[in-house]
Nanobody, 127 residues
Framework: QVRLVESGGGLVQTGDSLNLSCAISGRTFTIATMAWFRQAPGMERELVAA????????YYTNSVKGRFTISRDNAKNTVYLQMNSLKPEDTGVYYC????????????????????WGPGTQVTVSS
């Protein structure tokens, strides 16, 4: 089993920055990919960024490219999401997720592909 716990959310203003953390415990060696999803009220959960547990490959959804950076520290079993130049449309609950499934050279965008989830952390960006 794998356990994920997010931290770092909060209420900020447009243009501010936040750094989310996801602490991972358990059978971390089984994980292939870690990801950050977000869900705005009334919207579906969407993939924001993803990173392989091994290697340098990353993925970003178009709306956050150039503003968000996903990184990991395997020694600390932690994944980060540095969010800069935040916009009101970035508001939502941010979830850390992990999958043991191999997706080849692409990344799974469907939440159902990720077997492990954290409880989420709220990010609110005021205008």
């Amino acid at each position: 089993q794998v356990r994920l716990v997010e931290s770092g959310g909060g209420l900020v203003q447009t243009g501010d920055s936040l750094n989310l953390s996801c602490a991972i415990s358990g059978r971390t060696f089984t994980i292939a990919t870690m990801a950050w999803f977000r869900q705005a009220p009334g919207m579906e959960r969407e993939l924001v960024a993803a990173i392989r547990r091994v290697g340098s490959s990353t993925y970003y959804t178009n709306s956050v490219k150039g503003r968000f950076t996903i990184s990991r520290d395997n020694a600390k079993n932690t994944v980060y999401l540095q969010m800069n130049s935040l916009k009101p449309e970035d508001t939502g609950v941010y979830y850390c997720a992990a999958t043991t499934l191999s997706s080849g050279s692409t990344y799974f965008s469907e939440p159902v592909r990720y077997g492990y989830w954290g409880p989420g952390t709220q990010v609110t960006v005021s205008s």
